[in-house]
């Protein structure tokens, strides 16, 4: 029996504007793709989201790398929304008597991030690799926040819009579902008994 759904950040509950990026690039004469190319790359991104440097360190670490401080501001100052159509699920699931928790590949920040769109009143927790020292698809992620929750893997149904990020949790025994959107989700959850079909 399925008890908690844990669910991905960024691609999920909460997405970036595409645009934005391309129009910061434009404004400073970069390369399109040129930031998120190196912001992305390793070693550097594992030094982030495990939370060997902070967020700050890493947004200048960009700047030096583009050459251009002001591009590397405000590409981490990019403004985001939370999709209330999945914020809704996640109080229908809690409603229902369900556990819901997060597991981000983060920096030291997201509490400020999560904060600032009131995550927390909509689920029990959020689990950040900043924090826990280990990145999805890592087993070790997932078992910290089993032991966290107290829960065995075949009583948690995980969701990423990663579909290379489900492996730790499958190897947990987890259920999993590649997220494409609310609707399919929806579905996956009604499927495991979780939701009642609309």
Known sequence: ??????????????????????TIERRHGLAAGSIEAFAFSPPLIDDVTTGRIRRADWIAAIGDHI??????????????????????????????GHGV?????????????????????????????????????DVRAFRHVLDAVGLDGSEVFFTDDSERKLTGAAELGMVTHHFTGVDGLRTALSAQGVLSPR
């Open 67 to 96: 050459d251009d401080a002001a591009a590397a501001d405000a590409w981490g100052r990019q403004p985001f929304r939370a999709d209330p159509d999945v914020l809704d699920l996640l109080d229908e699931l809690r409603s229902a």
């Open 101 to 137: 928790a997060v597991l981000t590949n983060g920096t030291d920040t997201v509490p400020d991030e999560v904060a600032s769109f009131e995550l927390l009143d909509h689920v029990d927790a959020v689990f950040n690799s900043a924090d826990i020292g280990f990145v999805k698809p």
């Open 1 to 22: 029996m399925i008890r908690t759904v844990l669910l991905d950040l960024d691609g999920v509950i909460r997405h970036f504007d595409p645009d934005h990026v391309a």
